[in-house]
């Protein structure tokens, strides 16, 4: 079971940090990842990292504004969110699976957690 946290809303510019908590089984040899769905859109990818911190972002739309980690101790990823826009609007899901962009290709999902920009 995947657990996200740490949504909110937050004015545009402002940082906020998720936090996503594995139970129930052991994640360190699945790639962690994030995703997003705005209203009205698909999922889509943000961030992955691999079980030895390997990371891969969605660089048009996160480029150096957001950084992915994970603590394989903790059986945690967060996701710290800086510079944030209002299109950066959506709830943001954690996932395990294969690191890749693809949603398919992860097994484990959480519950979501609503990140607002306001402008």
């Known amino acids: 079971q995947l657990q996200a946290s740490g949504g909110g809303t937050v004015q545009a510019g402002g940082s906020l940090r998720l936090s996503c908590a594995a139970s129930g089984r052991t994640f360190s040899n699945y790639a962690l990842g994030w995703f997003r769905q705005a209203p009205g859109k698909e999922r889509e990818f943000v961030a992955a990292i691999t079980w030895n911190g390997g990371r891969t972002y969605d660089q048009d739309s996160v480029k150096g504004r957001f950084t992915i980690s994970r603590d394989n101790a903790e059986n945690t990823v967060h996701l710290q969110m800086n510079s944030l826009k209002a299109e950066d609007t959506a709830i943001y899901y954690c996932?395990?699976?294969?690191?890749?962009?693809?949603?398919?290709?992860?097994?484990?999902w959480g519950q979501g957690t609503l990140v607002t920009v306001s402008s």
């Open positions: 996932a395990a699976g294969s690191g890749s962009n693809r949603r398919y290709e992860y097994n484990y």
